[in-house]
């Protein structure tokens, strides 16, 4: 069953929903951290379902400034905060009754790998990680596009900076376009890819504040994977199409722990039929044998 709640971080609520699996408890805990200004909307319902019918209770939350969490200005896209509300998310979950603060683990998807990678950086007392279709290079996508690319935002960026210094309303950029468009994401089939996981009806806000990107530049969770020291599961998508894929099979060799898989996909198949099962079967396998009751 899935309960709507929510918890604080940094003076904002974030909302939240919590999925326990049929039992008796304290049952282990996975957290799940969606991509690049996506929401709890955009499928992570399917992993609720799929999670907890393996005995797995689950924790899915939108960041702050996303969805349907506070936080002004909306679509502000910032590292260091969603640290804050990762940290939030699994402090709200160790208080929890019915839920194990031994067992807990952190899964993540696209960018969302790269707080993942972060976190499980900073905290080892996680029992295990998973990310799959990771991006744990913000300067990697950025670059994608070339500095040509890039070079279009510079008078957007100063605009949103001078906005926010004066705290007036802030200037936005479309998040993901077709390519040759001025959004920060605009590779092939990015933006097919993104509205493949927004269900009939959803209005998904493309847009993120111009200077979120400042942030994207210089965010390399990949640097981070030599500190994980929980088993950590990266699956890889083969045909990745963001990003290069020697990111995060460095990231997974650095990491004491880490175990790589590769799949025939791209970055948006493997969210639907027929490969989700397979990624999912391989994670639920993973995650049960490392959450499993300590002896």
């Not at 500095?147 to 936005?172: E, G, K, M, N, Q």
Request: overall charge positive.
């Amino acid at each position: 069953m899935t309960t709507r709640t929510s918890f604080t971080s940094g003076g904002d609520q974030c909302a939240a929903w919590l999925t326990v699996p049929e039992g008796s408890g304290p049952h282990p805990i996975v957290v799940l951290v969606h991509g690049g200004g996506a929401t709890h909307d955009m499928m992570l319902d399917q992993y609720e379902k799929w999670f907890s019918q393996a005995g797995l209770a689950v924790l899915a939350f939108d960041f702050r400034h996303l969805g349907e969490s506070g936080g002004l200005p909306r679509q502000l896209v910032s590292a260091r905060r969603y640290a804050q509300d990762i940290d939030a998310a699994l402090e709200f979950a160790r208080t929890r009754p019915e839920l194990d603060a031994g067992r807990v683990a952190l899964w993540g998807t696209s960018f969302g790998a790269s707080h993942v990678l972060a976190a499980a950086a900073r905290h080892p007392e996680l029992t295990a990680a998973v990310v799959q279709c990771p991006v744990l290079s913000g300067r990697a996508i950025a670059l994608r596009g070339g500095l040509r690319h890039l070079a279009r935002f510079t008078v957007p960026v100063i605009s949103d900076l001078v906005r926010a210094a004066l705290r007036r309303p802030r200037r936005y950029v479309p998040l993901v376009g077709p390519p040759g468009e001025p959004a920060f994401v605009n590779q092939p089939g990015a933006l097919e890819g993104w509205r493949s996981v927004c269900p009939p009806g959803y209005e998904f806000d493309n847009r993120v504040t111009a200077a979120s990107g400042l942030g994207m530049l210089f965010y390399n969770a990949a640097s981070r994977a030599s500190r994980v020291r929980c088993p950590l599961l990266v699956c890889q998508s083969d045909r990745e199409n963001l990003v290069d894929t020697a990111i995060a099979e460095r990231a997974a060799a650095a990491a004491s722990r880490g175990e790589l898989r590769h799949y025939d996909a791209d970055h948006f198949t493997v969210y639907h039929p027929p490969l989700v099962e397979r990624l999912v079967a391989d994670q639920i396998e993973f995650l049960t044998t490392h959450l499993r009751p300590r002896s």
